[in-house]
């Protein structure tokens, strides 16, 4: 029988933040079993841990490979699944450097105490990319999301980032906007498939460095995700890019209030080093 962990990400409590099943030996689950154990689990994303790949490096029993499926489809790559499985490694194999080979590359995560008894998980991004958006397929979403052109935020201009995932950003031009989520399912859900989106990232300034953001979810089956590390590592990459924060800069991203799961997610950027680093902590469930 296969042994499905709880874990949640970016949060200190099993109420907040997002919530990820973790597989720690998936030796001999097939895409079918891992995709049937997501579904089953019914969470935003579960990891599945097989041995590492032949010259990935890190230290010995601490490298893997990590595959992500959503209930409904694998996914490249998934943060808080990240976050979530390196603190259950953590507590079961100390602290330390972990290096996860995922189908987006390779994404070293370092482990630490928090000083409260718990552990929080830092992971750093493949080499992300930021482009256009078509203006039909920006007019499609803002159609699927009823929204009108007047409620983005110009500040925050509609980009496609990428850091092992691809979103969709949109600047929301007051927090009553972005807390007003009701679209169209199989509407935004088609227009995802075809720009090959994982989630779209809404977001709302509320500080120079701080930031409210949601995350519809409906490729993954779920209406949204509610603290989203690939989208944070992303946005890092477009707050960059588009000036919105300087080479070097600690960003705070606050997810999941309007959902009830509140969590924070910490985005770091260096100067002379193009990869975001995500970080926040993690608590089992149950």
Known sequence: ???????????????????????????????AG????????????TAFLTDPPEGLGGEPGRAFTVRYFSPKAEVPFCGHATVATAVALGERIGPGELVFATRAGTVPVSVTADGQGGLRAVLTSVEPHVE??????????????????ADLDPAIPPR????????LVLGAATRARLADLAYDFPRLEALMRRLDLTT??????????????????????????PATGAAAAAFGAYARELGLAPADAVLTLRQGEDMGRPGVLTVELRAGDSRVRVGGGGVRIG
């Open 132 to 149: 256009d958006v078509d203006p039909a397929d920006l007019a499609e979403a803002l159609a699927a999301l009823d929204w009108p052109q």
């Open 200 to 225: 779209v990232q809404l977001v709302h300034r509320a500080g120079p460095a701080l930031f409210d953001v949601r995350d519809p979810f409906p490729v993954g089956g779920v209406v949204e995700d």
């Open 34 to 45: 891992m995709l049937r154990i997501a579904a089953e689990l019914g969470y935003s994303e």
């Open 1 to 31: 029988m296969t042994d499905v962990l709880r874990y949640t990400a970016f949060s200190d409590d099993p109420a907040g933040g997002n919530p990820a099943g973790v597989v720690l030996d998936a030796t001999g689950l097939d895409e």
């Open 160 to 167: 496609i980032a990428y850091a092992g995932a691809r979103h």
